[in-house]
């Protein structure tokens, strides 16, 4: 099992591009949410993905938006983007069930805005 | 609105040693709470999950500890190793009325394992 993978592991953008990140999630889970990391703080909580459909939003900007497909698989896609995006972003899979759903977490994407 | 404290941010502690990393959090309404550990610049891993009917996990040298109506977690590191140094980061899942879960951070503790 790969376990949640994300790609690219870098990037660096101009500011005001998009930038598109990409998700796949550990075997057997369906649901996919993302987290960004701003340097020395713990993540915070963009958005979920559950059967194609966005769940939960946090507090993000509508220039943040996400899709799912049917292999449940996501990407991130952050428009107009501002040098303060730049941070880590971290994608979670977890697959929910009454004992509390376990997240596991990819290696992340560093998203540098220059 | 959830808010999550990680007390101390770091810690450096001899090798050897046994330590305990605090987590507390401010709505008790949770449906679970994770301990995850991120090395520098990598992504988080999984240590313990403590469902919200828990008192407790073991892990190995890990143990982690929910009491909920206090709005405390705690994690035990036993015979620390230089290894074992890394950020510990708390997280607090609550269910959204859609029935599915999102995780709330603190901003971790960092800890230092002095050969």
């Known amino acids: 099992d790969a376990g949640v993978t994300q790609s690219p592991t870098h990037l660096i953008k101009t500011r005001g591009q998009q930038v598109t990140l990409r998700c796949s999630p550990k075997?057997?889970?369906?649901?996919v949410s993302w987290y960004q990391q701003a340097l020395g703080q713990g993540p915070q909580f963009i958005f979920q993905y559950y059967e194609e459909e966005e769940r939960q939003r946090g507090n993000f900007p509508d220039r943040f938006s996400g899709h799912q497909f049917p292999n449940y698989s996501s990407e991130l896609n952050v428009n107009a983007l501002l040098l303060g995006d730049s941070a880590l972003y971290l994608c979670?899979?977890?697959?929910?069930?009454?004992?509390?759903?376990?997240?596991?977490f990819g290696q992340g994407t560093r998203l540098t805005v220059v | 609105k959830q808010e999550v404290t990680q007390i101390p941010a770091a810690l450096s502690v001899p090798e050897g040693e046994n330590l305990v990393l605090n987590c507390s959090f401010t709505d008790s309404a949770i449906y679970n709470l994770q301990w995850f550990r991120q090395d520098p610049g990598k992504g988080l891993t999984s240590l313990l999950l403590?469902?919200?009917?828990?008192r407790e996990q073991t892990s190995g040298r890990l143990n982690a500890s929910l009491d909920k109506s206090s709005g405390r977690s705690t994690l035990y590191i036993a015979a620390s190793q230089p290894g074992d140094s890394a950020t510990y980061l708390c997280?607090?899942?609550?269910?959204?009325?859609?029935?599915?879960?999102?995780?709330?951070f603190g901003t971790g503790t960092r800890l230092t394992i002095i050969p």
């Open positions: 979670a899979s977890s697959y929910p069930d009454r004992g509390g759903a376990e997240a596991f």
């Open positions: 075997s057997g889970h369906d649901t």
């Open positions: 997280a607090v899942g609550v269910i959204s009325n859609f029935g599915n879960e999102k995780l709330t």
């Open positions: 403590i469902q919200s009917s828990q």
